[in-house]
């Protein structure tokens, strides 16, 4: 049996409520949380020192989109639309297998670095089989605790491809589990919901879904309840404009909502949400979305939830929104979130001396939601393995990922780059746009009775509009696959 005693922190846990111990060992045997308590008498263990350091549960960031990473702060002066044509619609085609590599390695390592230890990756890059093998390597090979979320591009309208599907949840192991990433209701005709509800519910598998009041259906929790598609293990995304009924239909169907204050403070998606959310009773998880677009760590997103929340939340909430509640938003609770007895050893070990934290002993949850940043992430533990000691991430191919994205980005950023000028005439013009190239590129993922013309036209019109949800809707009119 494997043992290590963090000795001595100051525990902060997080069930059933948000509490301080100090001075108190956690004992972890076989990757497991076995005991917390003061003076543990404990012997053949790993001691890890953990006086001057507060001990806590991992993170969970309940909705990212990891392969973006090489993607960081491209779209911060932009509205939702831009986002959806740039990145979805350009960027995003132009992505190879070694791509998605990059940035899900390069993420998932950002996310321990940070002391997220578990990650609901969104994936809707999955241009090939290829993509996707590579999206599952990069995630085991970092070490992260992770929800694969499978499913296609929005701008593509498609439902979920069950084969790739099939192929992700027999892959899926260890520290990864699969989900549905569908388009979902608020984007897609209902027939297209129906089959990604109908295969999740096949394979047993969860959903995660992006949510909004329309384009395609004003109230789509309805929508779904009338379909008899109600389900509680969904979790839903944003919100931010669905009335209070919808997320009262949320609660009273036990699925969950994950929040991502700043990019949806940015891209103007509605007011803060997770006031609302809590008032109805749906359980709220935190994300950080895009880095596209807003930091990549849960203590900026802690910060947003805090300010913005400032009638609603306490800092004990939003600890708890981090941790354990988006554990209970992935269905996961059981295992992780705290540190219960019993629960996979996530654990991280912040460094309490640092300058920005000194003094801030007498309250440390105010102090950790206020003040912490990566940079005080000394360790990290994921199922009772080291991946960050000492202030340093552990992953032995560190510096080739850092390599690898920073050729993505110019792969998939630079509008004269060789590979375009390689494959002759794309028919589009201007940066970003290799859209046609790209699906072609990436095995023929466009529906067949597309109009290659009509995608072009679809993403120009969208960098007009204010709306940038309307490219969903564009995207949702296409000519679905008739082999469905
Ligand atoms: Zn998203």
């Not at 890059?125 to 591009?153: C, M, N, W």
């Not at 309840?225 to 036990?254: C, M, T, Y």
């Not at 992780?336 to 001396?353: E, F, M, T």
């Amino acid at each position: 049996m494997s043992r290590v005693l963090l000795r001595g922190g100051l525990v902060i846990d997080t069930e059933p409520t948000v509490v301080v111990h100090r001075d108190t060992d956690v004992l972890i045997e076989d990757g497991r949380i076995a005991a917390v308590g003061p003076g543990l008498a404990v012997t053949g263990a790993e001691v890890i020192d953990a006086s001057d350091r507060i001990v806590l549960p991992g993170f969970v960031d309940t909705h990212r989109h990891l392969w973006q990473t090489p993607l960081r702060g491209i779209a911060v002066d932009v509205d939702l639309g831009w986002y959806l044509q740039q990145v979805l619609g350009g960027y995003g085609t132009r992505y190879r297998p070694e791509d998605v590599a990059a940035g899900n390695l390069a993420g998932a390592l950002e996310c321990l670095d940070a002391g997220i230890t578990t990650v609901q990756d969104y994936s809707h890059v999955q241009h090939s089989r290829e993509h996707t093998d590579a999206a599952l390597d990069a995630l085991a090979s970092s070490g992260i605790r992770a929800v694969f979320g499978y499913g296609p591009s929005p701008m593509l309208g498609t439902p979920v491809d069950p084969a790739g599907m099939r192929h992700v949840a027999d892959r899926a192991s260890g520290l990864i589990t699969p989900a549905v990433a569908a388009i979902g209701p608020s984007y897609t005709p209902i027939d297209v919901v129906r089959a990604d509800w109908a295969l999740a519910a096949e394979l047993e598998l969860p959903i995660v879904v992006h949510i909004s009041s329309g384009p395609v259906a004003s109230h789509p929790l309805q929508l779904l309840l009338d379909e008899g598609l109600q389900r509680s293990n969904v979790l839903f995304v944003h919100g931010n404009d669905l009335p209070d009924s919808e997320l009262k239909l949320i609660a009273d169907s036990g699925a969950a909502v994950a929040v991502t204050p700043a990019v949806e403070a940015r891209m103007e998606m509605g007011a803060p949400m997770a006031g609302r959310l809590k008032a109805a009773g749906v359980t709220t998880g935190l994300g950080i979305d895009v880095v596209t677009t807003a930091p990549g760590d849960m203590f900026s997103a802690m910060r947003e939830l805090l300010a913005l929340g400032y009638k609603t939340l306490t800092a004990a909430e939003v600890l708890q929104i981090a941790t354990l509640e988006g554990a209970r938003a992935l269905g996961m609770s059981d295992q992780i979130g705290s540190l219960r007895p019993g629960k996979q050893a996530d654990v991280i070990l912040l460094r309490a001396s640092d300058i920005n934290l000194i003094g801030g002993l007498h309250d440390p949850i105010g102090t950790v939601v206020t003040a912490a940043h990566p940079g005080n992430v000394d360790t990290v533990l994921v199922a009772g393995n080291p991946v960050k000691r000492d202030g340093r991430l552990l992953h032995p191919d560190l510096q080739n990922t850092l390599t690898a994205v920073r050729r993505t980005a110019d792969h998939c950023t630079q509008p004269d780059r060789r590979s375009d000028r390689e494959a002759g005439e794309s028919g589009v013009d201007g940066g970003g746009l290799g859209v046609i190239q790209g699906f072609e590129d990436g095995g023929g993922s466009v529906p067949t009775g597309v109009d290659a013309g009509e995608i072009v036209g679809l993403l120009l019109g969208l960098a007009e509009g204010d709306q940038g949800a309307r490219g969903f809707v564009l995207a949702a009119e296409f000519e679905l696959e008739s082999d469905r």
